[in-house]
């Protein structure tokens, strides 16, 4: 038999029949003779079932998480991209992977599938899913098409409608929301053609974030065109995939500092810590998606700074103080920062030079104390206060003892021990001490927080405290997936209920 003609199947047989053939990597034709061969010996054909891939892709949709068809284009930022993955899971967002040509002489396939737990897909003439029009099942299987990079000329076969490989025909057959997050050079950024694409694609309603200013990859060459930070693409994405949560901070005034600050030696040395900024800032973005005017106050920091906040750089922790209180009066302070505590009594104007007897002995003086002075002040005073504790021994005891040493009313606490890996790090495990005073003195209250990433600590440190009358039924019916702590006992959220609940009072929520 040279050939086969078979008519009148219905869809569903025929669907079947062509994925098996793809997953074979043989024709439709060809399974058809597998087929009857394995009837005309009486043996049963294997049943067809879904592809690992099918399966688990329906077993995400199952389990309700949205999905990201995420297109990396081709330039250096790729590698960026990579990250946002990781990114993009940690918020429980599904994620298959497109890359273009280009893309693949800076990342590959494998790396992509390795971090998605998914095939990667690269040729839009690709046998194994182009069977059934894979470039429309890409761009309508998901509730957000993320474009990073997005490269100028990715951007310009958008506006123009191209559609000569697989990145570009998914884009134009997309009827789902697309993020760009451009990065590029910036005389192409600048150039007349990219400004008229850029201008296209926001008339057809195509969300961007970024580019960011900076140094880029060519040597000595800087200004506009840097990719977005993955941590700022995978929030503004979480933002387009969710429905827009309740805003509890609306209308409050939040001052955050963050990161550690330089004391002058000399014109040349400083005395500094170990601080990345990472939690102050993750804290400032939370609060801002939560509705509050955020301002924040960062010293020396490797971070870009945050859309939507206010930021004022600082470098000393006198500078640092002098910031705090033009910034008052707030509703809330966040002093996140790691301030030295000495700095130098007299520093030197010139750069000081080892002598026959060593180096000079240098004097030290005490920095103010920023959190005592705010949580004390006599008017001005924040009606919530809260400090942290990064303590590398006996945590709770040192927490406890900073608490009612410096007057304020909440204290994080973290073990920053180097074996913790926080002072630089993405993850974080903390202890919320919450000061109650009562009639019969000062209690304490403390939850103790499993490990999360930054941005989950910040989320959690500024989601809404419920009013006191919306308890009752309370820690039986707690939504443990609002909190960061899915598969949680709900009895156990006991402690966690009631100090929302005494936040709330605090911070005149309640």
């Known amino acids: 038999m040279a050939s086969l003609t078979i008519r009148k199947l219905d869809d569903a047989i025929r669907d079947e029949l062509r994925l098996r053939a793809a997953r074979n990597g043989r024709s439709v034709e060809d399974e058809v003779r597998v087929i009857l061969r394995e009837a005309s010996q009486h043996r049963p054909p294997p049943a067809v079932s879904a592809t690992p891939e099918v399966s688990r892709v329906r077993s995400d949709a199952d389990a309700g998480l949205p999905r990201v068809t995420l297109i990396i284009g081709g330039g250096i930022a790729a590698y960026k991209a990579l990250d946002l993955i990781r990114r993009l899971k940690e918020r429980h967002v599904h994620v298959r992977c ?64 191209h559609a000569d490989d697989l990145a570009s025909a998914i884009l134009l057959a997309a009827n789902r929301p697309i993020l760009l997050a451009p990065a590029m050079n910036p005389l192409m950024w600048n150039h007349a053609a990219t400004r008229r694409n850029v201008a296209q694609l926001e ?62 030696i000399d014109p040349v040395r400083y005395i500094a810590n170990r601080s990345s900024g990472k939690q102050g800032f993750a804290i400032a973005i939370a609060a801002q998606a939560a509705g509050a005017d955020v301002t924040l106050i960062s010293g020396p920091v490797d971070l870009d700074d945050p859309a939507g906040v206010t930021v004022k750089h600082v470098e000393s922790a006198r500078e640092m ?75 709770i005891d040192n927490a406890k003892a900073k608490l009612a040493r410096k007057g304020c009313d909440w204290i994080v606490a973290n073990d920053v021990s180097p074996a913790s890996g926080v002072m630089g790090g993405d ?53 443990c997936a609002t909190t960061g702590l899915r598969g949680a006992d709900p009895s156990a959220l006991r402690p966690r209920i009631e100090a929302r609940c005494h936040r709330a009072e605090l911070a005149g929520h309640g």
Request: aromatic share 4%; with cysteine.
């Open 203 to 264: 008339r057809d309603g195509v969300a961007m974030i970024g580019p960011n200013a900076g140094e880029m990859a060519e040597a000595g060459e800087a200004g506009v065109g840097r990719m977005a930070e993955p941590l700022e693409i995978a929030a503004t994405a979480e933002r387009l995939l969710r429905p827009p949560q309740p805003r509890p901070l609306a209308g409050k005034r939040i001052l955050i500092t963050a990161g550690p600050t330089h004391e002058p």
């Open 321 to 395: 103080l002098h910031r705090v209180e033009a910034a008052l009066p707030v509703d809330i302070a966040i002093c996140a920062a790691a301030v030295a505590d000495w700095r130098v009594a007299n520093e030197g104007e010139q750069k000081l030079k080892k002598t026959s007897a060593g180096m000079p002995p240098l004097q030290l003086v005490e920095n103010p104390d920023i959190l005592a002075t705010i949580s004390k002040l006599p008017d001005k005073r924040p009606r919530l206060v809260i400090g942290f504790a990064a303590e590398t021994e006996n945590l």
């Open 98 to 161: 497109v890359l273009t040509r280009a893309a693949q002489q800076f990342v590959t396939p494998l790396s992509a599938s390795a971090l998605s737990n998914e095939r990667c897909y690269t040729d839009l003439f690709d046998p194994e899913s182009e069977f059934d029009a894979g470039h429309i099942r890409l761009a309508r299987d998901c509730e957000l098409i993320v474009v990073a990079p997005a490269t100028a000329d990715l951007m310009a076969k958008m506006a123009q409608g």
């Open 427 to 479: 993850r974080n495990t903390v202890h919320l001490l919450t000061r109650d005073d009562g009639d019969t003195g000062v209690d304490i209250r403390i939850e103790s927080w499993p490990v999360m990433t930054k941005e989950q600590v910040a989320t959690e440190l500024v989601a809404d405290p419920r009013p006191r009358a919306a308890r009752a039924g309370a820690h039986r019916s707690y939504d």
